[in-house]
């Protein structure tokens, strides 16, 4: 779907929008779901049904899916965008209510008030999700009191989560219920893929902290390449993609966000 969407906002091709615009709806319709919740659902009455998004797909998550439903959420918002691009305006109004209710069934069925945190699944694999937790501030699906609560633990335990600007999937300490190797990969390595969403999200509580982290990512990448994970010493694949790329989106939102509150308390002249 996000191919789709950044290749038809930037090329505006109406022929190529005609050609994919039923395959994308059809698509959406088979993403397993549950029916209650309208979350995206792995099967726990199965052994093993599928593996989750693929910077967890080693992760053996069971029940509703925090951050496929966030995905989910983008794409629905995504798919909305085009229908209405392509003049089919009560489609596109469908997907956008759709991503309205998914998003208050995240909030709903995930968020820990205790913590503070939102779970990355219902099942197995409860554990709290800092990429998740991150990723929800981003999108917009964690109201304003989540995304605050959100950064402050952010703030508050940055040193049990963070390592040369590079972030953890869980709190410190954590490992997921259902992976193999610990201090490693998936689980408990440190990886600049979420930077954007962490930096934006931090930034609510505390900017110097923010900005101090992009700097520490961008020294690290100088010296040993954007690898796809760290640990300390132990650096794997120092030409990675998704972690040069990636963090930039959030951390231009974040940049654009400070510049539209500087605007706003500008005196008027």
Do not use: W
């Given at each position: 779907m996000g191919v789709a969407w950044h290749t038809y906002r930037k090329t505006k091709n109406t022929k190529l929008l005609g050609e994919i615009l039923d395959p994308l709806v059809k698509t959406m319709g088979a993403v397993p779901r549950n029916p209650e919740t309208g979350l995206v659902h792995i099967y726990p009455a199965q052994d093993w049904d599928r593996c989750p998004y693929g910077f967890t797909d080693t992760v053996r998550k069971q029940g509703d899916v925090l951050f496929c439903s966030l995905l989910y959420v983008q794409a629905c918002r995504q798919l909305s965008d085009l229908l209405l691009a392509g003049r089919r305006e009560s489609e596109s109004d469908k997907w956008k209510k759709e991503a309205t209710r998914v998003a208050e069934g995240v909030r709903r069925t995930f968020w820990d008030t205790d913590v503070g945190l939102f779970r990355a699944a219902t099942v197995k694999?409860?554990?709290?999700?800092?990429w998740g937790s991150a990723f929800a501030v981003?999108?917009?699906?964690?109201?304003?009191?989540?995304?605050?609560?959100?950064?402050?633990?952010?703030?508050?335990?940055?040193?049990?989560?963070?390592?040369?600007g590079q972030i953890r999937h869980l709190p410190g300490g954590v490992y997921w219920e259902q992976a193999r190797g610990r201090d490693q990969y998936q689980n408990g390595a440190y990886w600049a893929t979420p930077v954007g969403w962490f930096v934006y999200t931090l930034d609510l509580s505390d900017p110097r902290l923010a900005d101090r982290t992009i700097l520490d990512m961008v020294s690290h990448f100088k010296k040993h390449g954007a690898c796809e994970w760290i640990i300390g010493e132990k650096r794997n694949l120092p030409h990675y993609l998704?972690?040069?790329?990636?963090?930039?989106?959030?951390?231009?939102?974040?940049?654009?966000?400070?510049?539209?509150?500087?605007?706003?308390?500008?005196?008027?002249?």
């Open positions: 694999c409860r554990e709290h999700d800092i981003f999108l917009g699906v964690a109201d304003a009191a989540q995304s605050q609560t959100i950064a402050r633990y952010f703030q508050t335990h940055y040193g049990q989560i963070v390592q040369y998704a972690s040069a790329a990636l963090p930039l989106d959030g951390i231009r939102a974040m940049l654009n966000r400070r510049q539209r509150s500087s605007d706003q308390n500008k005196p008027n002249k």
